[in-house]
Nanobody, 119 residues
Framework: QVQLVESGGGLVQPGGSLRLSCAAS????????MAWYRQAPGKERELVAR????????NYVDSVKGRFTISRDNAKNTVYLQIIKLKPEDTAVYYC????????????WGQGTQVTVSS
């Protein structure tokens, strides 16, 4: 059974920092491109950051470049999202996503973790 379990969300003041974690089980983690998406109230889910299964290539949506850093630890089957300089517009549910690097039909989602940025 595949599970992606996010953690690390919470209520943070503007300008603060968080580190989100996503622990995967039931998959060969190193064979999956891992990504973080977010969905704000009333908005569509958007891709925030992605890290490739091979080579460590990363990419980010423009609105988070310089503030968000995605990383992965294949030994721990975990992907992280380090967030600094949080803004109220970062408020959203953050979802972990896994897609097999050679079979796009193998897609998995976590249940999400809430991040709220407010003073």
């Amino acid at each position: 059974q595949v599970q992606l379990v996010e953690s690390g969300g919470g209520l943070v003041q503007p300008g603060g920092s968080l580190r989100l974690s996503c622990a995967a089980s039931g998959i060969t983690f190193s064979s999956y491109d891992m990504a973080w998406y977010r969905q704000a109230p009333g908005k569509e889910r958007e891709l925030v950051a992605r890290t490739a299964s091979k080579g460590g290539r990363t990419n980010y949506v423009d609105s988070v470049k310089g503030r968000f850093t995605i990383s992965r630890d294949n030994a721990k089957n975990t992907v992280y999202l380090q967030i600094i300089k949080l803004k109220p517009e970062d408020t959203a549910v953050y979802y972990c996503n896994a897609v097999h690097y050679s079979n796009g039909d193998l897609i998995y989602w976590g249940q999400g973790t809430q991040v709220t940025v407010s003073s």
